[in-house]
């Protein structure tokens, strides 16, 4: 887990945006006169991505220096526990994949309510919010992603169905993230549990592959681009955006359905500086921080009306048959998924 800050902010002040509400620049005022900082719980380790974020944010909010812990979802919502239990509280805002963490952290009494300005223009699926209290805003979608220097069109071709993606054509060439990280077990709990077409036997024609095992698509993606792999699986689509940002060699596919998930945000009860919280919540529903979300973190916006694309690569498409995974599910075959998954695929290469 780490730590970070982007530098930019910070305790002088400045003009806030004229377009904000006055209920907004009313709360800029309080968190600068609080002292201007911001601390934001993660559950990502993209830091140079969250550090344009921040600076994005900061264009409107010069005022407010925000720091901010990343890991993995797991790692973030147990230091978060564990800090309150002992009578911490180092954070002010609290981002992470999914519900079953807000849920948990929520239980014990530790999530402020407070509802940002602009949720009636977000779809709020059943099993990703908790009313009053925790909203999704942004959209991860799984898929495959492919160097298309490597790969020719008619093999890029076979990752547009799930059964091309087991085709020996790609024996000893692919990588497939595992699935301990939070976010994913998403999309291979829809594989293996949801689509009955796929199922166990799939996974185990994914394994005959011999793929590469990571923990991380942080890891396995700039491998995939460097040339080490052709193909990763179990991977944000959002990784082959930001590659087409940087000019770097990487597409990324959804086959006949795209399994996504949600990522979520929340003010943290007794937090340093309450008020810059609700500052930094209000501006990632506004139409502002949706754009910025995509902009760095390439993360599907949420926001109703909000048309433009994560990306302008001539490869980009909407996903088609977007499918939310349901986190209760997810939860019930985990430990069996995480069992078979280790059992067909072995260890991870990279810990």
């Given at each position: ?85 002992s009578g911490l509280s180092n954070a ?146 959002s990784y082959g955006a930001r590659a ?108």
């Amino acid at each position: 887990m780490a730590a970070g800050c982007a530098g930019f902010g910070g305790g002088g002040g400045g003009e806030v945006s004229a377009d904000v509400s006055d209920t907004q620049k009313a709360l800029y005022q309080d968190a600068v006169d609080a002292g201007g900082e911001l601390s934001v719980f993660v559950g990502t380790s993209s830091n140079t991505e969250l550090d344009q974020l921040v600076e994005l944010f900061n264009e409107e909010f010069p005022g407010i220096n925000v720091s901010y812990v990343s890991g993995t979802g797991d790692e973030v919502s147990e230091r978060v526990l564990t800090e309150k239990r002992s009578g911490l509280s180092n954070a002010d805002v609290l981002l992470l994949a999914g519900m079953s963490a807000f849920e948990r952290i929520n239980d014990e009494g530790y999530i402020e309510k407070f509802t940002p300005e602009d949720v009636e223009l977000f779809t709020q699926d059943k099993s990703a919010y908790i009313p009053d209290a925790v909203y999704s805003f942004s959209d991860l979608v799984s898929g495959a992603c492919y160097n298309p220097d490597n790969v020719s069109e008619e093999e890029a071709a076979l990752l547009k169905t799930y059964e091309g993606w087991t085709d020996p054509t790609w024996k000893g060439r692919a990588a497939v993230v595992n699935v301990d990280g939070f976010g994913y077990r998403f999309a291979m709990t829809e594989w293996v549990y949801g689509d009955k077409s796929l199922g166990k036997p799939w996974l185990e024609d994914l394994a005959a592959l011999d793929p590469t095992v990571y923990n991380s698509g942080n890891v396995a993606v700039p491998q995939t681009i460097a040339g080490e792999y052709d193909v990763v699986y179990n991977v944000i689509t959002s990784y082959g955006a930001r590659a087409h940002a940087g000019g770097e060699p990487l597409e990324c596919v959804t086959a006949e359905y795209a399994p996504f998930y949600t990522f979520g945000s929340a003010l943290v009860t007794e937090a340093p500086n309450s008020a810059a919280g609700k500052v930094f919540l209000n501006w990632l529903y506004s139409e502002s921080g949706q754009s910025a979300i995509q902009e760095t973190l390439a993360w599907t916006a949420r926001r109703e009306g909000f048309d433009t694309p994560v990306s302008d690569a001539p490869w980009w498409q909407d996903s088609k048959d977007p499918r939310l995974v349901e986190e209760d599910v997810v939860e019930k075959n985990y430990d069996d998924l995480y069992q078979t998954f280790n059992d067909v695929m072995g260890a991870a290469e990279e810990k």
